[in-house]
């Protein structure tokens, strides 16, 4: 009896050929394997923080959309017209509009309101606040230097979704009726919102949200430009005139150039408040004890942390300016067709003077209040 051998078409001769071939070896399946995990090394962070932004920013969204429905229907049947003598009275009115499933008193705050701290990434430092600390508007007061008079007590809710609330309300509100449709609905009270409980990154400005204002200074830098860079136009003197091009730019954003006492504020903040200056030293020797920022000349003795100040990084360019670490800033006040108010920010002095409209090296600073 003869073996039955495999008979081995053409056919069949092609497709094992091309197998062999067209095969990966154990080192090329490595190598594919290492290439696809470094890609996804790479990719994946990326990915999951643009996740984590997209799903803060809809759950920013959804309740900022409850939050207002139910307040303009508080309106539409005058109860943000009423005075409420306790923020606990407030909340009562407010659980027949918003959906809440936990109230609680100014010493149980953190059972309604999880994060037990969360920071606020001011210009000048980052203020931490303690939930467990927050039993009154005054705590908050201290810390950011705004007080807003109110004296009722914090109370911590939670609404359906999930959305956790401090909310404190101020009983000589006068509030806004019906017919006004263009008040402010958060004009009689505060809050503080956490959209996502517990979860990070715990800071305000990302999933939490307040109509407090927590910063030291009363405005908001949006933007600082070299005034070279934003240009010049005809003024009523000069050709060039930097200053009304940077007071025109500002302003045609819907902000404005800072006044001498937004300007004496920044200086406060960093000369005083921020503790990297120790005292001043004046020409002719000697030093004293300054509490506050004047008009003239204040010479400082400044350690190393006041150009890794955010505020001061943000005024000087990060020292890229013309000055460098020393930059000069305009006013929103003119002084003439010729000159304008200006302020120095040196690393150890600060002062303010006059400015030629023309000198295209100092620094814009649009502000928003």
């Known amino acids: 009896m003869t073996k039955n051998r495999q008979i081995i078409t053409p056919q069949k001769a092609i497709i094992k050929y091309m197998y062999r071939i067209c095969g990966f070896t154990l080192a090329e399946t490595l190598i594919t394997l290492l290439v696809i995990g470094v890609v996804a090394a790479l990719t994946i962070p990326s990915l999951m923080q643009q996740i984590n932004e997209y799903t803060l920013n809809k759950q920013r969204t959804v309740f900022e959309k409850k939050f ?28 027949k509009y918003i959906k809440i499933t936990a109230v609680c008193d100014k010493d149980h705050l953190v059972s309604c309101f999880s994060t037990e701290s969360f920071t606020y990434k001011d210009n000048v430092t980052d ?97 600082v430009n070299t005034s070279t860079s934003l240009g010049s136009i005809q003024g009523p003197y000069y050709s060039n005139d930097y200053w009304l091009n940077a007071k025109n730019y500002c302003e045609s954003k819907g902000y404005s150039l800072p006044s001498i006492s937004d300007l004496q504020e920044i200086a406060t903040s960093i000369y005083i408040t921020s503790g990297a200056c120790t005292g001043t030293n004046q020409y002719g020797g000697g030093y004293k ?81």
């Open 68 to 95: 207002t429905d139910g307040l303009r229907q508080m309106r539409v049947d005058e109860k943000l017209a009423e005075k409420y003598a306790t923020t606990a009275d407030f909340v009562n009115e407010m659980k």
């Open 127 to 223: 203020l931490t606040f303690n939930t467990s600390d927050l039993k009154s508007t005054s705590n908050i007061e201290n810390v950011t230097n705004h007080g807003f008079g109110y004296t009722s007590d914090i109370m911590g809710v939670v609404m359906a979704d999930g959305v956790q609330l401090l909310l404190m309300v101020n009983p000589n509100c006068e509030g806004i009726t019906s017919g006004d449709t263009t008040g402010n609905l958060y004009s009689c009270f505060k809050y503080i919102a956490d959209v996502n409980g517990k979860k990070s990154p715990g800071s305000v400005g990302k999933d939490i949200l307040s109509n407090i204002n927590m910063s030291t200074l009363d405005f908001e830098i949006v933007e």
């Open 289 to 369: 004890e300054v509490t506050s920022i004047s008009d003239g000349n204040e010479f400082f003795n400044c350690t190393s942390e006041l150009h890794s100040l955010p505020i001061m990084q943000q005024i000087t360019l990060n020292g890229n300016n013309h000055y460098g670490s020393n930059s000069w800033v305009w006013t929103s006040i003119q002084n003439g067709d010729k000159y304008a108010r200006c302020r120095n920010f040196y690393s150890n002095q600060t002062r303010l003077a006059d400015c030629s409209r023309r000198d295209g090296t100092m620094l814009t600073l649009c502000i928003n209040r």
